[in-house]
């Protein structure tokens, strides 16, 4: 087994991060590593009607991030739990911070978008899969469960 020392969990503060975030801390602590929670801010564009792009800083938008990202800690005070902010294409944000850090492990969830939906979006977690200098672990968070039975209002009583 490699050793695992320093992991990286990126987040985008949806629910479906939680399961991979819980996942991350198991493993930080079970292997006594430190943990980094990542979030990358995509730049803001504008377009000039002459087509031209300028790239500008979103200082609420930063604030918001960096108070989000601070609330996102371990249950187990054990965990050592770092913060960073990073603004850019999320995908090549959270390979720099592998890469800089270095990371042993990268444990990221994933949408599960398919089809149409992937092509538009493009994939954050495929990419760094592809891209990633360590192993990296994705966490499928599960769909909510559907109702095994009609509501009450829908039941046809039986006799």
Known sequence: MFPIRKIIHPTDFSERSAPA???ACALARDY???LLVVHVLPPALVVAP???ATVL???????????QLEQITASD????VGHRLAQGNPAEEILKVAQSLPADL?????HGWTGLARLLMGSVAETVMRKAPCPVLTVKAPFPA?????PAAHRVAAG
């Open 77 to 80: 005070p054990y965990i050592a």
């Open 57 to 67: 800083d979103q200082p609420a938008d930063v604030d918001e991030a960096r108070r």
């Open 106 to 110: 990268i444990v990221l969830g994933t």
């Open 32 to 34: 006594g590593a430190d």
């Open 21 to 23: 975030f819980a996942t």
């Open 50 to 52: 002459n087509g031209a």
């Open 146 to 150: 559907e109702q095994s039975a009609p």
